[in-house]
């Protein structure tokens, strides 16, 4: 009996064990439905077999202990809608032509999809690019921001051509999404790209106001040098009439009696230019 009783004890033991064991390695229950978790281990580096919620998998590097832990991503796709304004080169500068009435602004607004699938994610993970969810929404984020510009600056380009319009400004932003895609050193982060509003000046109007500023700013600069001369010869003239006055007051220090005579003369110019004489 004592020994039946010691038999059961030690399967307990065994069982518990064992069941301690395998909940441990366990990381199927880890992962929340719809995402994928990748195993990050000091023992073996990222796993790139994913595990998933509703597929049965067991890790021994989770049986020591701080050694292995899963991050769960979400493999969905993203959308961001994503906008990019300014002016033509100079624009501000080029309207003055037209005495600032022109408008050389540009609006190009964009929707962007993108996702990190379990390959490019892995990569990430090892390149410390990220660490979790908020990492990757981040850094998917930071790429549409980056794009939309790179896009907007392909459109912008072929619009001073002169040959802009809706279907073509879609047409660049696709293409320019396959080259900065083939780019990217952890493969495509983005799937699609749509121009959802474009806004350009009068490319005919902005050639033209960049062909006379060279004159207008001539003018300008001719302007500026004549109302600096300007400046320049009555800033002399007031030297001039200072100098004078001070002298005139030495004079009149040295002779003051030539007081009464500026007092009392009915030509003050023509006694000051005699008082000068006697300088």
Not at 103 to 114: A, K, L, Q, V
Not at 132 to 147: G, P, W
């Amino acid at each position: 009996m004592k020994k039946r009783t010691s038999f059961f004890f030690c399967l307990l033991i065994l069982l518990g064990f064992g069941g301690y064991v395998f909940y441990t390695g366990w990381t199927q229950f880890k992962v929340e439905p719809g995402n994928v978790g990748i195993v990050v281990s000091k023992t073996s580096g990222v796993d790139s077999n994913p595990v998933t919620h509703d597929n049965f998998s067991w890790d021994w590097e989770f049986l020591l202990p701080t050694n292995a832990r899963v991050i769960s991503f979400s493999t969905k796709t993203q959308s961001f809608e994503k906008s990019v304004s300014g002016q033509f080169p100079s624009g501000r500068e080029y309207a003055k032509v037209f005495n600032g009435q022109a408008d050389f602004s540009y609006s190009i607004e964009f929707s962007i999809e993108g996702k990190a699938g379990v390959s490019e994610i892995c990569s990430l993970i090892k390149d410390g690019d990220v660490q979790s969810q908020e990492d990757l929404d981040k850094l998917l984020n930071r790429t549409a921001e980056n794009f939309s510009a790179l896009a907007a600056q392909k459109i912008l380009s072929d619009a001073l051509g002169g040959d802009a319009d809706f279907t073509k400004a879609q047409n660049l932003a696709e293409r320019a999404l396959k080259e900065y895609s083939q780019e990217q050193k952890n493969g495509s982060l983005l799937e699609s790209v749509a121009v959802k509003k474009l806004v350009l000046p009068d490319v005919a109007l902005y050639k033209k106001a960049a062909a006379s500023y060279e004159e207008y700013a001539k003018a300008l600069s001719e302007a500026a040098s004549k109302a600096a001369q300007k400046e320049a010869e009555e800033k002399s003239r007031f030297k001039t009439t200072m100098e004078k006055m001070e002298s005139l007051g030495e004079t009149l220090k040295k002779y003051p009696e030539l007081s009464d005579m500026i007092k009392n003369s009915d030509n003050i110019n023509k006694t000051l230019q005699t008082i000068d004489s006697i300088e």
